[in-house]
């Protein structure tokens, strides 16, 4: 990793993941609404997946879910924290999803349960998991994209704006949908979607969102960070915000979270292959029942 730009404290999100582990089960919404997903997915592909990978365990329950499922038989759990491994049942492995320790196509299946967008190099993580999967193997992973908390962010930026007169980094990168197309092609793998779930969660104050954030273990671990605890009229100035801009008429706010699922196999000869350009047999307007012709293009020069 010393080519790629630190963009996220490793460390320290490690240790705040061992922190949290005793309670976090109690905070895992999104990772269950994740499960539900891959549930729903899996039960559509009529396959048996021998060795399947579970890459960041969290507490344990994703494994489960996944293990009791009609045609999977062999699952092991990855974790960079201890406590949160020492929750999971099985076959486990303390690994850091940026230096997987297992050899070129091992699994049938591999599952990234809301890990990734904490990686410094998305791009060469995605490239280790599509050599880890056997020829038409399946990918499923999921991470939170742009809209992620779009509301608390921005009640920080103005605060801190208004408070210190300035912002320090406190926004990680977010992938988006046509991005994560992208990377999957590029690290060869076949067939890829990405889907984009937005979930809108409703809490009592906006302390009590910080709050349940810093229980999932996904606060703020930018490298960049700055390293001075936060004071309480910057904390009070943000609350204020929050609720000006996204109270609710009962009083209550809402964040939203948006949540992306990937799917994509590991290339295999008996998958289907796009068409040649100009292939085609039959016209679109002939489909369609109406008549070709150009588009034109207009310029409107008055003003």
Same mark, same amino acid.
């Given at each position: 990793?010393?080519?790629?730009?630190?963009?996220?404290?490793?460390?320290?999100?490690?240790?705040?993941?061992?922190?949290?582990?005793?309670?976090?089960? #109690?905070?895992? @919404?999104?990772?269950?609404?994740?499960?539900?997903?891959?549930?729903?997915?899996?039960?559509?592909? #009529?396959?048996?997946?021998?060795?399947?990978?579970?890459?960041?365990?969290?507490?344990?329950?994703? +494994?489960?879910?996944?293990?009791?499922?009609?045609?999977?038989?062999?699952?092991?759990?990855?974790?960079?924290? =201890?406590?949160?491994?020492?929750?999971?049942?099985?076959?486990?492995?303390?690994?850091?999803?940026?230096?997987?320790? @297992?050899?070129?196509?091992?699994?049938?299946?591999?599952?990234?349960?809301?890990? *990734?967008?904490?990686?410094?190099?998305?791009?060469?993580?995605?490239?280790?998991?599509?050599? *880890?999967?056997?020829?038409? +193997?399946?990918? =499923?992973? +999921?991470? @939170?994209?742009?809209?992620?908390?779009?509301?608390?962010?921005?009640?920080?930026?103005?605060?801190?704006?208004?408070?210190?007169?300035?912002?320090?980094?406190?926004?990680?990168?977010?992938?988006?949908?046509?991005?994560?197309?992208?990377?999957?092609?590029?690290? +060869?793998?076949?067939?890829?979607?990405?889907?984009?779930?937005?979930? %809108?969660?409703?809490?009592?104050?906006?302390?009590?969102?910080?709050?349940?954030?810093?229980?999932?273990?996904?606060?703020?671990? /930018?490298?960049?960070?700055?390293?001075?605890?936060?004071? %309480?009229?910057?904390? /009070?100035?943000?609350?204020?915000?929050?609720?000006?801009?996204?109270?609710?008429?009962?009083?209550?706010?809402?964040?939203?979270?948006?949540?992306?699922?990937?799917?994509?196999?590991?290339?295999?000869?008996? #998958?289907?292959?796009?068409?040649?350009?100009?292939?085609?047999?039959?016209?679109?307007?002939?489909?369609?029942?109406?008549?070709?012709?150009?588009?034109?293009?207009?310029?409107?020069?008055?003003?």
């Amino acid at each position: 990793m010393s080519d790629v730009h630190q963009i996220f404290d490793r460390a320290l999100l490690q240790r705040r993941r061992d922190r949290v582990a005793e309670g976090i089960a #109690q905070h895992a @919404f999104l990772l269950d609404r994740f499960g539900d997903d891959v549930e729903e997915r899996l039960s559509l592909i #009529q396959r048996t997946f021998s060795r399947v990978l579970i890459l960041g365990a969290h507490h344990g329950e994703l +494994g489960r879910r996944v293990a009791r499922l009609p045609d999977i038989e062999t699952v092991i759990e990855t974790e960079t924290s =201890l406590s949160l491994l020492h929750r999971c049942g099985g076959l486990r492995v303390l690994a850091d999803e940026e230096a997987l320790p @297992f050899a070129d196509e091992s699994f049938d299946l591999i599952i990234a349960g809301l890990t *990734l967008q904490f990686v410094n190099d998305l791009p060469g993580a995605l490239v280790q998991i599509r050599r *880890l999967l056997k020829p038409d +193997g399946l990918f =499923l992973g +999921g991470l @939170f994209g742009g809209a992620t908390l779009s509301e608390l962010r921005r009640a920080w930026l103005e605060a801190e704006a208004e408070v210190t007169g300035g912002v320090s980094p406190r926004v990680a990168p977010f992938a988006d949908v046509r991005d994560l197309g992208g990377l999957l092609q590029r690290a +060869g793998f076949a067939l890829p979607v990405v889907d984009s779930d937005t979930v %809108r969660v409703r809490y009592s104050s906006p302390l009590a969102l910080m709050q349940d954030v810093r229980a999932m273990g996904a606060g703020n671990v /930018l490298k960049d960070r700055r390293r001075v605890p936060v004071s %309480r009229a910057l904390l /009070l100035r943000a609350s204020h915000i929050y609720d000006e801009r996204f109270a609710d008429p009962d009083g209550r706010v809402s964040a939203t979270f948006e949540l992306l699922v990937m799917t994509a196999w590991a290339p295999h000869e008996s #998958q289907q292959k796009p068409l040649q350009p100009g292939s085609a047999q039959i016209r679109l307007a002939d489909v369609l029942g109406t008549t070709e012709g150009r588009i034109g293009l207009e310029r409107d020069d008055t003003s």
